[in-house]
């Protein structure tokens, strides 16, 4: 694994993916049921939910093309499309599915009509909705070094 092949787009894209994942295992969007003095409350994280499920797996997917590039293994060209722009629309995918959750929060079934019924959003979606921005970030610098002809930095001097 040659890390010196990565970009700075690549690292970002890398870290982010990581994050993305660890952050996935967190709270992301629940249920508040108060009755009285009783109260009863249940999170889930993102494997719980399509669209973040979704927006997980996409930044799973980027990490892996990336650790294709710190391997050596040359991706085909894509027709007149660059993995630069390729890398931006699935980052950009990933943060708007994570949006999209964040503001939907959790599908209840018409019980959030019921009073004392809440849904409840956790530090995990909070935290993953950065991750999905460091991505589409992440895409971004890296369509633009391929614009400028590098896509990575030059080797060190020996």
Do not use: C, H
């Not at 994942?21 to 993102?46: C, D, Q, R, T």
């Amino acid at each position: 694994m040659d890390l010196t092949k990565l970009s700075l787009g690549d690292k970002v894209i890398a870290g982010s993916g990581i994050a993305l994942f660890i952050f996935s295992f967190f709270n992301w969007l629940g249920i508040k049921v108060s009755s009285g003095p009783l109260e009863f409350s249940e999170s889930k994280g993102a494997w719980s939910f399509t669209l973040t499920l979704f927006a997980v797996l996409i930044g799973i997917a980027m990490v892996v093309l990336v650790a294709l590039k710190a391997f050596g293994v040359d991706l085909p060209a894509l027709g007149n499309a660059t993995w630069g722009q390729i890398l931006l629309g699935l980052g950009t995918v990933s943060f708007v599915f994570v949006l999209i959750k964040l503001i939907a929060g959790p599908n209840l079934n018409n019980a959030a009509d019921i009073p004392g019924v809440d849904k409840t959003r956790g530090i995990g979606i909070f935290l993953g909705l950065i991750a999905t921005a460091g991505l589409a970030a992440g895409g971004y610098l890296r369509m633009q070094e391929d614009k400028a002809g590098g896509g990575a930095p030059p080797p060190p001097a020996a």
